[in-house]
C-alpha cells in the first residue's frame, strides 16, 4: 500500500521561496500521478499541481500558475513543489496524493469530489513577514 509523507515547510517571507518533498514507500511511485492539495485556516481544501506518471503532463490551478513548478524522480520515490514568489495568500497545510490514474488527480485539482488512493499528513507553510 503506498504511504506518503510531506516535508520542507516551514516560515517564509512573502516573495520567498520553499521546496516541499513528497516522498513514497511501500508502493512504486511511477505507477501512480502525484499531485499537491492546500488547506488554508477556515478554507476548504484546494488543488495546487498534479503530475503523471512519467512526468509528461503537469497541471496547475490557476492561482499558482507561473510561481509554482512540479516535478519527480521516479528512482528516488519523490515528488517536488518548488513554490516561489510566495504570497500570504499561500499560507495552508500542504498535502501530496496520489492515484492509479492521471485524469482522476486532476479532477481532484479542479475540485470535483474524487475518492483518491493515498494522502499524506501535510506540511505546514506559514507566508509572513
Known amino acids: 500500500q503506498l504511504q506518503l509523507v510531506e516535508s520542507g515547510g516551514g516560515l517564509v517571507p512573502p516573495g520567498g521561496s520553499l521546496k516541499l518533498s513528497c516522498i513514497a514507500s511501500?508502493?512504486?511511485?511511477?505507477?501512480?500521478?502525484v499531485g499537491w492539495f492546500r488547506q488554508a485556516p477556515g478554507k476548504e481544501r484546494e488543488g495546487v499541481s498534479c503530475?503523471?506518471?512519467?512526468?509528461?503532463?503537469?497541471y496547475y490551478a490557476d492561482s499558482v500558475k507561473g510561481r509554482f513548478t512540479i516535478s519527480r524522480d521516479n528512482a528516488r520515490n519523490r515528488v517536488y513543489l518548488q513554490m516561489s514568489d510566495l504570497k500570504p495568500e499561500d499560507t495552508g497545510i500542504y498535502y501530496c496524493?496520489?492515484?492509479?490514474?492521471?485524469?482522476?488527480?486532476?479532477?481532484?485539482?479542479?475540485?470535483?469530489?474524487?475518492?483518491?488512493?493515498?494522502w499524506g499528513q501535510g506540511t505546514l507553510v506559514n507566508v509572513s513577514s
Open positions: 496524493a496520489a492515484d492509479r490514474f492521471f485524469v482522476s488527480l486532476k479532477e481532484a485539482i479542479r475540485g470535483k469530489p474524487v475518492n483518491l488512493d493515498a
Open positions: 511501500g508502493a512504486v511511485m511511477n505507477y501512480h500521478a
Open positions: 503530475i503523471s506518471h512519467s512526468d509528461e503532463a503537469t
